[in-house]
């Protein structure tokens, strides 16, 4: 099968092209910066002309859609990034999807869920008028929008998956990445951070979000919708302290806070449909994944390995 996959230079796009390479497909990733992979394309998504000429180069099968502007602060701070690639960029990607008619796995978020006490089941938000929380989580809902509409109007197919939560190596830091990402970072360094304590998460390491991505290519179904997250329930605090122990530092350099303002305060995932039809499942548990996480930190921040891990394959197995 020929696949491109947008942010293919991202943290799961790293991880996800070798994977499916490996089996059997003939694999294309674009980004924002170019790289030395000859099947590599720089392209912003946002800019119609690149896409545009990307895709008209060869026909694909399927696109793995996963290049976007992530995350809830990212989005305040950037929100004319974020509208431009999340909304604009999909809608140039749909747009020629009407037109090559390449199938298409969209990369949502949890975030669209909004805050609920029940489990985030797929089809909550067919049921139910959900208030996204944030520019992030709306841009997602809108492209999902987007894509059903096309679907509708178009008959084009794709299917969307909803990440829950995903971390692991391949994952650098900024202050806009992931709770986990800042907290192994700093703890790491000896740098001051917050734990927000009344928010409940499940997280899911890479490896095992990546295997679902790759049962779609096989797996697809115009139309369908999946969670794909961890099993294991955890407070905040007990993902710092579990940093710190496997450190062997204190928490002399954190700060406590009750819960942070505008955020989705218990994520509880349902992931009973992409366990039933794909064969998720959450293997890694959490604090093997954090241990695997530090371990690749440490190479590039401690030891200042220049260098990303190349053989994703073994890393994130």
Request: net charge negative; proline share 3%.
């Amino acid at each position: 099968m020929h696949i491109l996959i947008t942010g293919g230079r991202g943290t799961i796009g790293k991880v996800l092209t070798p994977w499916l390479r490996r089996a059997g497909h003939q694999v294309w990733t674009c980004d924002l910066d170019h790289h030395h992979d000859a099947q590599h394309v720089r392209c912003d998504v946002a800019e119609f002309r690149q896409l545009g000429r990307l895709l008209d180069s060869q026909p694909f099968d399927l696109v793995y859609h996963l290049a976007a502007e992530y995350g809830r602060w990212n989005g305040e701070e950037y929100y004319e990034q974020l509208w431009r690639t999340n909304v604009i960029g999909t809608k140039h990607l749909i747009r020629l999807q009407e037109r090559s008619r390449f199938r298409m796995v969209f990369a949502s978020t949890s975030e669209v869920y909004g805050d609920m006490d029940e489990p985030m089941r797929e089809e909550l938000l067919d049921q139910k008028e959900i208030r996204q929380l944030n520019d992030y989580a709306l841009s997602k809902w809108v492209n999902e929008q987007q894509i059903m509409m096309s679907r509708d109007m178009f008959g084009t197919e794709t299917v969307r998956v909803r990440l829950f939560n995903t971390y692991g190596p391949g994952e650098y830091f900024t202050p806009f990445r992931s709770a986990i990402c800042r907290f192994a970072y700093s703890a790491l360094l000896g740098l001051p951070y917050t734990v927000y304590l009344n928010h409940q998460r499940t997280s899911i390491f890479i490896s095992d979000a990546v295997r679902t991505l790759v049962a779609l290519a096989q797996g697809f179904v115009p139309g369908e919708v999946y969670n794909i997250g961890g099993t294991e329930s955890h407070d905040m605090k007990a993902v710092s302290d579990t940093i710190l122990a496997l450190l062997g530092k204190n928490d002399a350099q954190v700060t406590y806070a009750d819960a942070e303002p505008f955020t989705t305060k218990n994520k509880t995932v349902d992931c009973l449909k992409a366990t039933r039809v794909l064969g998720h499942s959450s293997c890694v548990p959490l604090r093997v994944g954090l241990a695997r996480t530090l371990a690749w930190m440490r190479r590039i921040y401690v030891d200042q390995v220049d260098a990303e891990p190349v053989d994703y394959l073994e890393l994130a197995s």
